[in-house]
């Protein structure tokens, strides 16, 4: 299939607990990523989400995508930003962004970062030398959610800072203690250093 500029309006995002259903059990470490874990770590919904991701190693993706066998995956920038691709999940491997359609409907309803990693620890795709043991890097709600720890969410969002990545900063900043902000002023350094965030961290 040719490369497309998909319908944005046709999102349809699963909930958190629809993702862990759907996921079951499967023994990879993965854990919901973005907006919605800064919710999950404050204790709720705080705004609406056009979408919701979730962040797996690339080297097991293979393994989630067996788990959502009859939906469609399609890889997002490729070949440019703004257009997705329908491949073969052998053909997928070097894409970033895998998102997952429902045949029947058109729905999008999950988008997959596939990100380094190496055996059990976690590899920041911005900076090589940021890494986390996933035990540590995934957190989980009271119900056994799994979301991504606020700072490293952070850092991601720090890149394209737009108002509601700004407005996730300040949600989080006054409940961040202080391992917390110096992991996440001494990863933003070697990202993007002089960031503005650094100066209220």
Not at 135 to 159: D, H, Q, S, W
Request: with cysteine; aromatic share 10%.
């Amino acid at each position: 299939m040719d490369a497309f500029e998909p319908d944005l309006t046709l999102w349809d995002p699963w909930e958190p607990e629809e993702v862990v259903r759907r996921l079951g059990d499967i023994e990879v470490p993965w854990y919901i990523a973005a907006g919605w874990a800064i919710d999950l770590f404050l204790g709720g919904a705080r705004r609406e989400h056009g979408d919701i991701e979730i962040a797996v190693p690339r080297s097991r993706r293979a393994e989630v995508l067996d788990v959502l066998a009859g939906f469609e995956f399609f890889a997002a920038g490729v070949p440019s930003s703004g257009f997705v691709t329908a491949l073969p999940l052998a053909e997928d491997s070097d894409s970033h962004q895998t998102w997952v359609r429902e045949p029947a409907s058109g729905l999008w309803r999950l988008d997959i970062f596939s990100e380094p990693s190496e055996g059990e620890t976690w590899i920041c795709r911005r900076n090589g030398l940021i890494r986390m043991p996933y035990e540590r890097l995934i957190e989980r709600t009271e119900e056994g959610i799994p979301y991504g720890r606020p700072e490293v969410v952070l850092l991601f969002k720090a890149k394209a800072a737009r108002s509601k990545d700004e407005d996730d900063f300040e949600a989080v900043l006054s409940v961040l203690d202080g391992e917390r902000r110096r992991w996440l002023a001494r990863s933003l350094e070697l990202v993007h250093p002089g960031h503005r965030w650094l100066e209220q961290l």
